[in-house]
Nanobody
Framework: VQLQASGGGLVQAGGSLRLSCAAS?????VGWFRQAPGKEREFVAA????????YYTDSVKDRFTISRDMAKNAVSLQMNSVKPEDTAVYYC?????????????????WGQGTLVTVSS
């Protein structure tokens, strides 16, 4: 099982960035988590593999969009109107079966992190 995260970088506040997470096989759900320096890892967004249900933490609702790219067997996280507080290492993770979408412990597989830096 492999998850490959990409798309991080430096962006100005108010700008946009798109993260992608490619999976080597089909799973039940993919989630994005982030960890800022000195803080705990937190849930950002998740989507079921069929693309039917999406979940977001309150701080990114109406700014971030998670979606399933069927052709690429991947999940994207479109980040719009980014803020300095969005700065973190972003991780994608996968569940084999339905469980608490917001709980990092419920995800079995993890990709490497990709750094997102938002300048003010």
């Amino acid at each position: 099982v492999q998850l490959q995260a990409s798309g991080g970088g430096l962006v100005q506040a108010g700008g946009s960035l798109r993260l992608s997470c490619a999976a080597s096989f089909s799973i039940y759900r993919v989630g994005w988590f982030r960890q800022a320096p000195g803080k705990e890892r937190e849930f950002v967004a998740a989507v079921n593999w069929d693309g039917e249900r999406q979940y977001y933490t309150d701080s990114v609702k109406d700014r971030f969009t998670i979606s399933r790219d069927m052709a690429k067997n991947a999940v994207s996280l479109q980040m719009n109107s980014v803020k300095p507080e969005d700065t973190a290492v972003y991780y994608c993770a996968a569940q084999n079966r339905g469980s608490m979408y917001y709980d990092a412990g419920a995800y079995t597989y993890w990709g490497q992190g990709t750094l997102v830096t938002v300048s003010s």
